[in-house]
């Protein structure tokens, strides 16, 4: 009788050890740190496959959504610095010339000189422009996901089922 309750109370203390894994992949909410949504209990990065168990189909499609602009951002980025470097250059260069060179300015080359540095500044200006609203457009999907994710309520249940280890009496909230 004595190893028969030793068995049964072992058996009802190892039903309750799932609770360490539903506590890894089903945070109570999350946060969106530049582009990345992070479980707000711990501070993780939440990975793709987590947040697709956690987050709702119409959320984790969003989710995508979000990153693929994000993604998309990031040449555009990379592009706009290059060319507001080059036009910087050459906008230093004409001051240069014209006020720091012995012999006089060279009118045909400042020409050039300007007409270049300008149209690197517009090219910069003009991926600036949707590499911005990619970016603040998939924060703004990012937040919406988190804040629907946060705003769900999950009822609290008494149950008493199957669990990993046997059988057990398991409080869900």
Known sequence: MFILLITASTWCLSAQDTLGKTLETSPVHL??????????????????????????????TLYRKARRELIAAIPLWVLSGISLTAATY??????YVEYFMVGGPRHFEDLIDMIFGGFCFGVSILEVIPALILTLDS???????????NQKSYPVSLSFGPTRHGVGITLNF
């Open 139 to 149: 924060y703004k999907k990012l937040d919406r996901v988190a804040s629907s994710y």
């Open 31 to 60: 946060e969106r740190i530049r582009g990345r949504l992070y479980n707000g209990d711990n501070g993780m990065r939440m990975d793709r496959t987590s947040l697709q168990n956690t987050l709702s189909s119409e959320d984790f």
């Open 90 to 95: 050459w906008v230093c260069d004409l001051i």
